[in-house]
């Protein structure tokens, strides 16, 4: 059978991105992807660790005349996030990622392409799959990096000695990364209680947005699912009951579609308004999301909304969590905290609002965001649960590794790089904090809307960036 990639250079990165597409590995459903690594290591006479949180270690001994080189670690992880367009039948839980060729990008079959991170899988597969000069190798691939960061936060730094670490999961050629937004996870709940009904009931839905990642694209003002719907219902309030709402499926992608089933008892009157939000919203994201459309199906069979006093704290709570960018730097062009309301869920019990706050000053979550968070939720009426912080990576004044990527871009390419910091969380901060001396820096080739159906990668910049990282690892001696 052919291959989809065959033939595109580098071509044993593009290889190896391949046969990982073809595994299922959404976050928390590793273990296949963790296996094969596993194995493949092995199987290849490398040194190979799997803990049991599934992350995998693979070492390589230095390349003759590297032996006294300080040890380098490549990073990434393993896991993607999960996303379809609506009416894709995709199992993420069995079916292959559907790779395609466009315009000299990559893409996957109207789902997320897992690009972020598989690119990084691959190439440090490649890397160890060759006769490249380098030093010390050490390679960590992690799990739930996309839903908490699990895997780096349960590594155990004593399986290390490398003084450098070059993380991969960046996502823009010609950028190192050398620091990150830290973040946290913030949850409302809200008991239900419902009533009985005979009128008839209607699915609301919000569609047809772009969505993307709740870090690298917080500020480009995309519209919010669960926000719209939230607005909306606000405005049917006086003529319709709500049974239930749901929107989004990660925290840390901006939601792209959500719907509440509600009853009503003016069905003209509710047409009227959604024909009305249909014009506002397709003005306010002409530019962001003009295939924005608000829509009204009618439902089949008997619905108990919920009592109205549930119906509207539910509808505030929406409305007054904050989200988008919430504060940005005065020095430089970088966003300092932001907030994603993600996910909203119905069950027996409950209606969940699940928030994805990220900030690159600690305190501006943990002494401001989160205490004011929990104070809306004391006066709406709600739970509020807080989970645990994971920290970002500060700025270094110094760094030898970032000095040597520096040089080799400026004598590869002939022009400066850029650095700086990114408002999207990695990994590095975790691993510094249990590394001691770690050096890091980030990089990785040009890819374009992760954590949607839309994500790309650009074939040359993988090329590009798989030579850059051969030419970094020589340099390191």
Known sequence: MSRVLEGLKPEKVFYYFEEISKIPRCSGNEKQISDYLYHLAKTKGWEAIQDEHLNVIIKKPASQGYENAPTVMLQGHMDMVCEKNEGVEHDFEKDPIALRIKDGHIYADHTTLGADNGIAVAYALSVLDSDLEHPSLEVLITTDEEKGMTGASNIDGGLFKSKYLLNLDSEEEGVFTSGCAGGSEIDFKISVKFQSSKEKAFRLSVKGLSGGHSGTDIHKEKGNANKILGRILYDLMDSVDL???????????????????????????????????????????????????????????????????????????????????????????????????????????????????????????TEGFIPAMKQLGSVIGAECEEGSYYPGWAYAKESAVRDICIEAYRDMFKKEPVVGAIHAGLECGLLMGKIPGLDAISMGPDAYDAHSPNEHVRISSVENVYNLLCEILKRIK
Do not use: M, Q
């Open 243 to 365: 049974a239930s709402i749901d929107g989004g499926s990660k925290t840390n992608a901006i939601p792209r579609e959500a719907n509440a089933v509600i009853t009503t008892r003016n069905l003209d009157k509710a047409t009227e308004k959604i024909d009305k939000w249909n014009e506002i919203l397709k003005n306010e994201l002409s530019f962001t999301d003009p295939s924005i459309t608000v829509t009204l199906t009618e439902l089949n069979k008997e619905i108990f909304p919920l009592e109205k006093e549930v119906f509207k704290k539910t509808v505030a709570l929406i409305n007054l969590i904050p989200v988008g960018v919430l504060s940005r730097s005065t020095v430089i062009d970088l966003i300092i905290s932001s907030n994603n309301l993600g996910v909203i869920t119905t069950d027996e019990k409950y209606i969940t609002l699940f928030n994805h706050p990220r900030s690159s000053v600690e305190s501006l979550l």
